[in-house]
């Protein structure tokens, strides 16, 4: 059992939470990730660990309430006890001085981006971050990411905060300034992940996504988060989540990731309705 420590909406639907997990607090590294399941009968919900504190034994999760698990995890209070919290999975990011390191993020994906631009600063890099939401309010980690880089741009969809775009128009700026970039790393929702590949590859410049592929296991047994890299099939739970951007097959990936839709949105309204008990 972990126990729930604290617990912080950061907007409508976003929730950052420390848990208590000594052994994962003291393994972990950047890049990896947990799964949590909430009690028996839930479901595994892979969640990128955040940050973590081993002198206290705590992890930091932030995740959006999209599904019914989520919803569920989100209904959780500070003292509730989640039943597993396994990890740490997922190779750890290679992280070395690489020189200048731009570290691109959208939505949510931010919260994964956080522990690999830390550590990408940590390790000397000069840090160029580029976060991005729709709006303002679903902006997050604004001051965590300035404190670990060395230049932080902000663009809303909407332009209710910073230029309105998307931060591929950054990523373009910052690329045409002629700065010798060594690697961007990318992490937010498929397109966008798939739109910096794009946008860097013709300068040749090292790209590294972080894959937010449907999970189940956690172990690559069951297959449910293959994915097609460089013309093989991957496994991002174990043989990932950072892969190179420019041999993702992000159409492929785009289409699993609806497989279940219409499941999730039956099992939201279930779980809206007060019916319980499904995994």
């Given at each position: 059992?972990?126990?729930?420590?604290?617990?912080?909406?950061?907007?409508?639907?976003?929730?950052?939470?420390?848990?208590?997990?000594?052994?994962?607090?003291?393994?972990?590294?950047?890049?990896?990730?947990?799964?949590?399941?909430?009690?028996?009968?839930?479901?595994?919900?892979p969640?990128?660990?955040?940050?973590?504190?081993?002198?206290?034994?705590?992890?930091?999760?932030?995740f959006?309430?999209?599904?019914?698990?989520?919803?569920?995890?989100?209904?959780?209070?500070?003292?509730?006890?989640?039943?597993?919290?396994?990890?740490?999975?997922?190779?750890?990011?290679?992280?070395?001085?690489?020189?200048?390191?731009?570290?691109?993020?959208?939505?949510?994906?931010?919260?994964?981006?956080?522990?690999?631009?830390?550590?990408?600063?940590?390790?000397?890099?000069?840090?160029?971050?580029?976060?991005?939401?729709?709006n303002?309010?679903?902006?997050?980690?604004?001051?965590e990411?300035?404190?670990?880089?060395?230049?932080?741009?902000?663009?809303?969809?909407?332009g209710?905060?910073?230029?309105?775009?998307?931060?591929?128009?950054?990523?373009?700026?910052?690329?045409?300034?002629?700065?010798?970039?060594?690697?961007?790393?990318?992490?937010?929702?498929?397109?966008?992940?798939?739109?910096?590949?794009?946008?860097?590859?013709?300068?040749?410049?090292?790209?590294?996504?972080?894959?937010?592929?449907?999970?189940?296991?956690?172990?690559?047994?069951?297959?449910?988060?293959?994915?097609?890299?460089?013309?093989?099939?991957?496994?991002?739970?174990?043989?990932?989540?950072e892969?190179?951007?420019?041999?993702?097959?992000?159409?492929?990936?785009?289409?699993?990731?609806?497989?279940?839709?219409?499941?999730?949105?039956?099992?939201?309204?279930?779980?809206?309705?007060?019916?319980?008990?499904?995994?």
């Amino acid at each position: 059992m972990a126990k729930i420590v604290t617990k912080e909406r950061l907007s409508e639907q976003v929730v950052r939470m420390t848990v208590v997990s000594p052994r994962i607090a003291r393994k972990r590294k950047a890049g990896q990730f947990v799964v949590l399941i909430i009690n028996e009968q839930g479901e595994r919900i892979p969640l990128t660990i955040v940050d973590s504190d081993p002198e206290i034994g705590t992890l930091t999760i932030i995740f959006q309430e999209v599904g019914k698990s989520t919803m569920h995890l989100g209904a959780l209070n500070e003292g509730d006890e989640i039943a597993h919290v396994v990890g740490p999975l997922g190779r750890p990011t290679y992280i070395e001085n690489f020189g200048t390191a731009v570290c691109v993020g959208g939505g949510v994906g931010i919260a994964a981006l956080y522990p690999i631009t830390h550590a990408l600063h940590d390790a000397g890099n000069r840090v160029i971050s580029i976060i991005g939401a729709r709006n303002k309010d679903l902006l997050m980690l604004e001051d965590e990411m300035g404190a670990v880089s060395d230049e932080l741009l902000i663009c809303t969809d909407d332009g209710s905060y910073g230029p309105q775009g998307f931060v591929t128009s950054l990523l373009s700026e910052v690329v045409e300034r002629k700065e010798k970039i060594k690697i961007v790393v990318a992490v937010g929702p498929v397109p966008m992940m798939h739109a910096v590949a794009e946008l860097t590859r013709p300068y040749g410049i090292n790209t590294v996504v972080s894959l937010n592929s449907i999970m189940l296991d956690g172990t690559g047994m069951c297959g449910t988060c293959r994915c097609e890299v460089g013309g093989k099939t991957r496994f991002v739970c174990v043989e990932g989540p950072e892969f190179d951007g420019h041999e993702v097959d992000f159409d492929g990936l785009a289409k699993r990731q609806k497989a279940y839709l219409e499941a999730e949105k039956k099992a939201v309204l279930r779980y809206s309705c007060g019916v319980t008990g499904e995994g």
